[in-house]
């Protein structure tokens, strides 16, 4: 599975992005896709994951209310809307895909990942 991260970029704080994730190759293993974030000096963080059907969806505390996961059906892609965007979300943010596991947060636990997409939130 091949995953291509795009949508970055830079934004004032309470402004919105829409980051994309495409998937290509095997995705039939791409049962669970996510977004991870990394920023200065910090860990992996993660922010959202979906499940193949797009009717499960989950995400990190720092992101609820904020950040929407979505998966078109019969598309191998994956956005995040983020809005109300903050200072704090700055970082690159990765597309990772799984194909197996009960709603996964760890890094450790996705098989596949894109090469991320900076984002840089101004105060």
């Known amino acids: 599975v091949q995953l291509q991260a795009s949508g970055g970029g830079l934004v004032q704080a309470g402004g919105s992005l829409r980051l994309s994730c495409a998937a290509s190759?095997?995705?039939?293993?791409?049962?669970?896709m996510s977004w991870f974030r990394q920023g200065p000096g910090k860990e992996r963080e993660f922010v959202a994951g979906i499940v193949r059907t797009g009717v499960r969806k989950y995400y990190g505390d720092s992101v609820k209310g904020r950040f929407t996961i979505s998966r078109v059906n019969g598309e191998n892609t994956v956005y995040l809307q983020m809005n109300s965007l903050e200072p704090e979300d700055t970082g690159v943010f990765f597309c990772a895909a799984a194909y197996r596991g009960v709603l996964p947060t760890q890094a450790w636990q996705f098989d596949y990942w894109g090469q991320g997409t900076q984002v840089t939130v101004s105060s």
């Open positions: 190759g095997r995705t039939e293993r791409a049962y669970i």
